[in-house]
T-cell receptor, first 113, second 112 residues
Framework: AQSVTQPDIHITVSEGASLELRCNYS??????LFWYVQSPGQGLQLLLK??????LVQGIKGFEAEFKRSQSSFNLRKPSVHWSDAAEYFC???????????FGAGTILRVKS | ETGVTQTPRHLVMGMTNKKSLKCEQH?????MYWYKQSAKKPLELMFV???????ENNSVPSRFSPECPNSSHLFLHLHTLQPEDSALYLC???????????FGQGTRLTVV
């Protein structure tokens, strides 16, 4: 069965500092991987996705993520965090064909000035 | 028009009421989903419709009843809910067979 682990429930970083949010997945075949962001009271917005090819993928708002098959990880990074990045971030995994995403529990990012 | 629109945004209902949540997508997709997001819990997939047929029902209580009249519209009919059903209900859509889902802003449901 698919599963996603986001080890950090909360992370606090200073504005302008770099950010890395961790995501580990369990899946028997080649996974499709996603990062979503959710602001309070809002729906989920897709930040980026990995299907195949280059293991470093670029997304919106200056985010990137790297797929490491050997570590079953898909960590999200940003070189310089802005106060508007404060939100909850969800990693998700899905099959190459299907209609089911499995989400992690989320990581709440706080940005201090 | 935003891609996926949910109405209402907020709903307060008594345990004996009947209400419906509505979702509409303008992305040309043909799969639609209902998710439940409760505090301190991962997103729970409730129902999936693909090509207007229900393809997934994750052991959801019968007090939740989905309806997908066409590929652009999805409803969640609610009746005799419990306080523990209070949550953010998210609708999403995608192309059939693809996992890249686009979400609406959700309906915040409070059962009193």
């Amino acid at each position: 069965a698919q599963s996603v682990t986001q080890p950090d429930i909360h992370i606090t970083v200073s504005e302008g500092a770099s950010l890395e949010l961790r995501c580990n997945y369990s899946y028997g075949a080649t996974p499709y991987l996603f990062w979503y962001v959710q602001s309070p009271g809002q729906g989920l917005q897709l930040l980026l996705k990995y299907f195949s090819g280059d293991t470093l993928v670029q997304g919106i708002k200056g985010f990137e993520a790297e797929f490491k098959r050997s570590q079953s990880s898909f960590n999200l990074r940003k070189p310089s965090v802005h106060w508007s990045d404060a939100a909850e971030y969800f990693c998700a995994v899905g099959a190459s064909y299907g209609n089911k995403l499995v989400f992690g529990a989320g990581t709440i990012l706080r940005v201090k000035s | 028009e935003t891609g996926v629109t949910q109405t209402p945004r907020h709903l307060v209902m008594g345990m004996t009421n009947k209400k419906s949540l509505k979702c509409e997508q303008h992305l040309g997709h043909n799969a639609m989903y209902w998710y439940k997001q409760s505090a301190k819990k991962p997103l729970e997939l409730m129902f999936v419709y693909s090509l207007e047929e229900r393809v997934e029902n994750n052991s959801v209580p019968s007090r939740f009843s989905p309806e997908c009249p066409n590929s652009s519209h999805l409803f969640l009919h609610l009746h005799t809910l419990q306080p523990e059903d209070s949550a953010l209900y998210l609708c999403a859509s995608s192309r059939a067979g693809q996992n890249e889902a686009f979400f609406g802003q959700g309906t915040r449901l409070t059962v009193v």
